[in-house]
């Protein structure tokens, strides 16, 4: 069965860190592309970041650069996302997703074939 699980969403103020984990299980890990998910109350699902499982390689929405950075630990089948620099706007449910690598490094909702059930982030004031 194939599972993604997210952790370690929570309530913090605005400037502070989070560390999110996706583990997954059921699949392949190195044949895929994970990604990072977020959707706010009345928005649309919207890519934050992405990581290859198999080289490495990296994507960041424009409004996380420099704040958020994805790693993976193929040994643990687990992604991470360390957010800093949190903003209120940051506030969404967070997802992961996985995406065969030949798909490459991107946010289309279709080419994600396995989803988490999300976790919460919410960035006060």
């Known amino acids: 069965e194939v599972q993604l699980v997210e952790s370690g969403g929570g309530l913090v103020q605005a400037g502070g860190s989070l560390r999110l984990s996706c583990a997954a299980s059921g699949f392949t890990f190195d044949d895929y592309t994970i990604g990072w998910f977020r959707q706010a109350p009345g928005k649309e699902r919207e890519g934050v970041s992405c990581?290859?499982?198999?080289?490495?390689?990296?994507h960041y929405a424009d409004s996380v650069k420099g704040r958020f950075t994805i790693s993976s630990d193929n040994a643990k089948n687990t992604v991470y996302l360390q957010m800093v620099s949190l903003k209120p706007e940051d506030t969404a449910v967070y997802y992961c997703a996985a995406a065969l690598t030949s798909y490459g490094l991107g946010f289309a909702l279709a080419a994600y074939d396995y989803w988490g059930q999300g976790t919460q982030v919410t960035v006060s004031s």
């Open positions: 990581i290859s499982s198999s080289d490495g390689r990296t």
